[in-house]
């Protein structure tokens, strides 16, 4: 089915189906951006916890920051 055909077929339903349309299909952008970062955060794990280059600068999280005015 193609966009335009698509499209048609929303403007066919009642406005309340339409944004009951709308509304999942935007969900699911959101979804799919949360699954990504999700396998993207996996595949990194092995590396923050062998890789110390990585995690150099934790060091410095128990000291104050104090921002230069």
């Known amino acids: 089915m193609s966009t335009r055909e698509i499209i048609q077929e929303?403007?066919?339903?009642?406005?309340?189906?339409?944004?009951?349309?709308?509304?999942?299909?935007?969900?699911?952008?959101?979804?799919s951006?949360?699954?990504q970062l999700?396998?993207?955060?996996?595949?990194?794990?092995?590396?923050y916890k062998t890789d110390k280059n990585l995690t150099v600068f934790t060091s410095l999280d128990i000291e104050k920051f104090y921002e230069a005015r």
């Not at 944004?19 to 699911?28: H, M």
């Not at 999700?38 to 590396?47: G, P, T, V, W, Y």
């Open 38 to 47: 999700e396998k993207a955060a996996k595949a990194l794990l092995r590396d």
């Open 10 to 31: 929303i403007k066919s339903l009642p406005f309340d189906q339409r944004l009951t349309v709308i509304e999942k299909a935007i969900k699911t952008l959101y979804e």
């Open 33 to 35: 951006k949360e699954v």
